[in-house]
Structures are given as structure tokens and as C-alpha cells.
T-cell receptor
């Protein structure tokens, strides 16, 4: 158990809908990263928050947004969903703003999103 | 631009053999090189990591070899076991982007 909690584990929704994925980081970790994993794209970095503020953006679509709350949990909002958004969404956390030695990134179990 | 290239895409090894997975990176600003192990339906789990100031790090049956001049690093799994069958990802970070960038993954199958 990495200590990173993601809910829900599975989500099935229709095209055009909006969903919210939730992540609770490990105790003491201030940084949260969101990744998307699909068969053809691998693990793609979406966005990072540190202590409530956005720190880095990757290949995140405009239809997607995220935030980190004062209690440090984070939510990833996906809207106007398309079939191609079906993927595993992972959250990771680390102590510092940068994942590195002494501040390793630990991943949650992921949310499997299926858009039908 | 693909910042890290991982090979092979898949690997089949006999029990007791050595599994070797390679990664090459572009940006010399990276200073952290971890390997993650992922089982089906699970999140990636940190396996072992290295900093560029050492050429090798060993933890149990897992060893990272690092070649700074060639900008390459590899994972060696000694005495491979069926329980090692999983997908392995190399990563680089954080550089200027702060987050980890992952390789495309290697699906390892260890035959009993």
C-alpha cells in the first residue's frame, strides 16, 4: 500500500458527461501529480499541484481541470467526455515540488474510466 | 520530443535468468532515474532509483546500471522469478519540468 488513495476505482459514464476523480496523498506529502495511462500513450503526465497551487502542466486537455484543496486532497475533473478519454487515471504524491531522491513519487491504485 | 526511450517493449525470460531493460534519455538536466513496477490493475510501484553521481545501485535482485556519458541506464533483474512478471517503466526527472517522465514500458514474462 503506497498510502495514496484514489476514488472511485472504477467509473463508467456516457459520452458528453462530466466526472470527478479524487485523490488523497500520502500523509505529509504536499505535491500531487495526475497521470493518464492508456494502451497507446503509456503514462502521460497531466498536471501537478503543490500545496494548493498549480506547479506544472503536461498534456492536459482543456476539457480537463484539477485542483488541490486546503486539506491537500486533489480532484481531477473531466468534462465533455469522449470515447478516447477511456483510460486509467493515476494520482501520485511526493513531499516536495519535485519528484526525486528523498522525495520519491508514490502512486495510487488508479481510477479506471470507461466512456461508453 | 520523446524524452526517454525504453526497450525492449516485451521480454520473455526463463526462471532463474537475467532480465535486462534499457532506457536512454536526452536531457542532461535530469538527475533522478527511478524504475517502477506495475502489476495488472495496480498502480506503478517504485522499485529502485539512482542518482547520476553513481554508476550502479543494487537492491536485492534488482540492479540499476547508469552510464552518464552515454545517457543510458538499465535495470537488471537477477534470478528472475515468475512473480517478477509485470510491466516495468523507467522514468527520468525532475529536470526543469519538476515531474517524472516515463518510458513506454516493458512487459516482462518470466516462464516457470
Amino acid at each position: 500500500d503506497s498510502g495514496v488513495t484514489q476514488t472511485p476505482k472504477h467509473l463508467i459514464t456516457a459520452t458528453g458527461q462530466r466526472v470527478t476523480l479524487r485523490c488523497s496523498p500520502r500523509s505529509g506529502d504536499l505535491s500531487v501529480y495526475w497521470y493518464q495511462q492508456s494502451l497507446d500513450q503509456g503514462l502521460q503526465f497531466l498536471i501537478q499541484y503543490y500545496n494548493g497551487e498549480e506547479r506544472a502542466k503536461g498534456n492536459i486537455l482543456e476539457r480537463f481541470s484539477a485542483q488541490q484543496f486546503p486539506d491537500l486532497h486533489s480532484e481531477l475533473n473531466l468534462s465533455s467526455l469522449e470515447l478516447g478519454d477511456s483510460a486509467l487515471y493515476f494520482c501520485a504524491s511526493s513531499l516536495s515540488p519535485s519528484a526525486g531522491a528523498g522525495t520519491e513519487a508514490f502512486f495510487g491504485q488508479g481510477t479506471r474510466l470507461t466512456v461508453v | 520530443q520523446q524524452q526517454v526511450k525504453q526497450s525492449p517493449q516485451s521480454l520473455i525470460v526463463q526462471k532463474g535468468g537475467i532480465s535486462i531493460i534499457n532506457c536512454a534519455y536526452e536531457n542532461t538536466a535530469f538527475d533522478y532515474f527511478p524504475w517502477y513496477q506495475q502489476f495488472p490493475g495496480k498502480g506503478p510501484a517504485l522499485l529502485i532509483a539512482i542518482r547520476p553521481d553513481v554508476s550502479e545501485k543494487k537492491e536485492g535482485r534488482f540492479t540499476i546500471s547508469f552510464n552518464k556519458s552515454a545517457k543510458q541506464f538499465s535495470l537488471h533483474i537477477m534470478d528472475s522469478q515468475p512473480g517478477d512478471s509485470a510491466t516495468y517503466f523507467c522514468a527520468v526527472g525532475p529536470g526543469s519540468a519538476r515531474q517524472l517522465t516515463f518510458g513506454s514500458g516493458t512487459q516482462l514474462t518470466v516462464l516457470p
